[in-house]
């Protein structure tokens, strides 16, 4: 849990309920007859829906001092909180809400914090904690952008709240047309901290200059709450200072069936290097190693003997397989592939990859937020497939949701041979029992999807899929079939529904200067390289911070617990055949209010 999260739990859950709670004496008389959480559900059984409500808050109460949470959160949940009087249905959001930060599920926050949008005598203390809280759970939810209005607007109103780093932490998830609206809200803590999340992101690679750059700022926002004291992430960056990454050693073969993805990565590296130089950044010597030429252990003494304080490679997933079951590596190490051990057992070796599971992960998480819970899976009969396929059913069963249909398809194979067991469908109708699909396909295949679902009469079913089934470049009358999928890619082959343009793009000079000398695929491997250069003069960073966030070519880069690089993709819908900026369905949370 986030640290600002636990350190406002910590104050204990009694003193969060019991503020600006001067009637609960006079709510808990009716639930009085015993205080065992199971009798009082059973009590509740035979009472009218007001006594029960309140009996039923009472249980929950009883739990949560007790430390059963998680059954507490349950109760409190199926509360119907209409039927209790304001005081009481205060307590009931103060009791919903604490429980669901704790246990993270930030859906039951919002239902709690709901009662802020009714004509209910609330407390300026309960209100405030209640908005926090609020904050705090649109960005549990996947809604950065409504998360900063929500912290802003408490710090404009002076909140007795430490929000500096909560706001930072939802400051780092926004993109382009986000950070553009926030800035164009007139006031200037918004546009502070709109400016100095630019700040950080322009000169992230070079520590002294970063820190440079913000005293500028801070004496274009000297009133700023972040002017007085800086989020922690970016204050420790201080401790970083003199030892940036001034050499890098690059292990990569020059020959063999790696050889073309190794260039095309070589390439990406070698334009950002150049573009960081042109724009007076401190910049690390790149020394190239062909990884053909002689083993890992010889490859390291070089590189060592040479002063290279970074690796960068090796590419081969067997090699990287073998580094990660050591203890260690000679020397800090940015593998460019995901190894096969289920744990990364080497202290300095971070691994990064375009990884489908990886992406397979994110629509499990994105399309559970957005209210699904019965999911469809159409994935290829390979084991490619099948890997990526488990990524997102073990997701999504940790999500809390169900796989109704699963379908392992002929790629070569008629569509429909696999939609129809999908949709069990009888006779031309589907007999569905499911509410998304996904879809892991690549484009041939994927087009095809949508009208056969239509034809079984299943075209309003929810299409959620991975990057591979876009070809990397618009094609409206090829794609038209595909009108309406939501699917997610790296920021560089989706801009203007990424971040609202190609100017707008990271690292925008190296786009230009790449995008149009190769095909997407190799594009991509371009975008691996230009973030590969930029996480490996930033390990030291990853290292200090693990929570740190890189927004790069390939998505927002961060460091897992094993020191994989995760990526987390921008979305994208099919509108007219065109990647456009997707329009989430995230359900209505706001209860039918009977008070005036």
Known sequence: MHKSLRRLLSAGLVALLMVGCAAQQQMMEPAQVSKEPAELLRQAQGQSAREAALTRLEAADILARRGDKAQALQIAGDIDSIQLQNAARLRWALLLSYLGLDQEDGQSVLQATSILDYNLTIPDDDAQTLKYRRGLALGL???????????????????????NDDIWRQMTRLRGPSLDQLARSGDDIARGWVALIKVQRRNGGDVDRLFTRIEQWRQRFPEHPAARRLPDNLRALRELRGQDVRHIAVFLPESGPLANVAEAIRQGMQVRHMNALDQGEQTPRLSFYDTRDADMETLYARASMAGAQVVIGPLDKDTVSRLELGNNVPLPTLALNYGTAEENHAEDLFQFGLSAEDEARQVARRARLDGHRLAGMLIPNNPWGRRVGEAFRQTWQEQGGEIASAIDYDPEGMVANAVRPLLDVRGKRARRDLDMLFLLALPDYARQVPPTLKFFYAGDLPIYATSHLFEGRPQPQADHDLNGVSFIDIPWLIPDAAVGGTDALPFAESYQE????????????NAMGVDAYELGRRLPLFKLLPSNELYGATG??????????????PWARFVSGVPQPPLYNIPSLEPVDEAP
Request: without cysteine; glycine residues 4%.
């Open 141 to 163: 939810t996947g809604q950065p952008a409504d998360a900063a209005e929500q912290l802003i607007d408490l710090q404009r109103q002076q909140a007795p709240f430490d929000l």
């Open 556 to 569: 927002a880069l961060s460091a897992g617990p094993d020191r994989r690089i995760r990526r987390d993709l």
């Open 514 to 525: 790449l995008r149009d000398n190769n095909e997407p695929a190799l594009f991509k491997l």
